[in-house]
């Protein structure tokens, strides 16, 4: 018997709220993370056959706690400090079901500044996500063993600097919130450009990460930022159903079949953006939001409002110093004042240097190339960025385009 | 990103290897065991395979009617895939780090064998919007 999907699902939300209950009781972050996953273990295995009990919560800090109470007990035996400790332990049988969510602490803790991001990547899924290290393993096509370690060791950064369990600062807090927010982004990128490996889990991965951002949004209601964030996650995911064909070949967001796009999805997002712009305080997922929606809102191409796009993109490169940003601003410039100002914008990212050897500078100058008529170096730059993609379907789409070009076809 | 290393050795680097002294061979094992351990352990190994001798590989190619045809090895190879690591790290640069440890795997005397590894990376990149 295996649990269902409602289940599964509380579960998962009571993960995080479980683990910081366990830890505000026993303090040791690794050893509370690993009893927390057993709980959740033999909820998996002892729920289907007994129900699901009364108060989850409680059911999951008892069996947590008397996890933990064990694995003290023998730490205490191996250590021999019997007497000094074990008065400590107190009764196994009390239940800490104090009504304090900790969740967020716990994203704070995770995405410590610290960790490599593939270490706090994989150490949210399991802590905040309630995920099992192969469900982890599986996603990311490593084996579980190798996941376990990359887990066990961001444990230990996470004990080696000292961060208490506690929410930092209010001065401090913006800035780990970024940190946060970037976590989930990435996680929610790993899912969303999926081109290897059991898309299920993968696509798994973005609803996860959409669901997690959903939990820091109810924790912080008024945060634009994290608005934003999970606009544009959903913006984004929509359009999921149209951007590969049937043999798993790239469609580019200008010819997809935008009847398949998810108009829920898009509606949500569209209201959560626009009430967060109104907030004030603009910030860069805000604006990638406000840009997806532009997009998500043009029922063709060729309604697409070009000018908002650029409009849009000139704000967040004045924002971020970023040369990918540079690029896409290129893009929506060509758009709109035609191919040769978007040309001369490639031309001084060249002179940046940062984008030196990108495959994307090459696709994109391709694109253009061909928009201005210029065949011939549109063929060598779609090549060229074929050469040095690391992806296969985009190797795949830019050969194609420049075979397609060779053999002199328009555009279809 | 994930990284193939490419272990390469010399046609009679098999042979070769059976001929040196015990200590040397156990030396040399137990320091790729050791570079396997150690890749587990920091959470960047994804696997790790060392291959047979060359001595009975053959290079297959599709017959009439898609049947195997075998041939043997060709005399003129110098060079042989003796094992490979397929690594998953955060930057090249530990790629590269991690290519020149197994390039020093201890030869015969203990001394670092300096081994050429081909570093190459592995297409598992995510596909950008595409215009």
Redesign the interface.
Known sequence: MSLDAGSEQLLRDLAPQVLGAVLRRFRDFSAAEDAVQEALIAATSQWPRDGVPENPRGWLIQVASRRMTDYLRSEVARRRRETAAAADLGSETAIYDEEQDDTLALFFMCCHPAL????AIALTLRAVGGLTTAEIANA????E???A???S?AKQSIKASGVPFQLPDPEEQSQRLRAVLHVLYLIF??GY????GPELARRELSSEAIRLTRAVHDLLPDDAEVMGLLALMLLTDARRAARMGPGGE?I???KQDRTQWDRDQISEGVALISVALQKGSVGAYQLQAAIAAVHDEAARTEDTDWPQVLALYDLLRRMSDNPMVELNYA?AAAMVHGPPAGLDLLDALDTDGRLKGNH?LD??RA?LLEMAGDREAAIEHYRRGAER???????N?LMTQAARLREGDEEP | MKYILMMNCPRNAYESFGSWPQKDIQTHIGFMLGLNKSLRESGELVSAEGLASPQEAKIVRAGKDGAPVTDGVFPESKEFLAGYWIVDVETTEQAYKIAARASAAPGQGGTPMNMPIEVRQVMSGPPEEML
């Open positions: 490599s991001p593939s270490s990311f096509l490593v084996p063993a190798t996941m370690q990359r887990i060791r990128n790993e450009t999926a081109s290897v790239l580019p967001l200008t893009i994307r696709a994109v694109h993609t690391t992806s296969i379907p985009e190797r789409y």
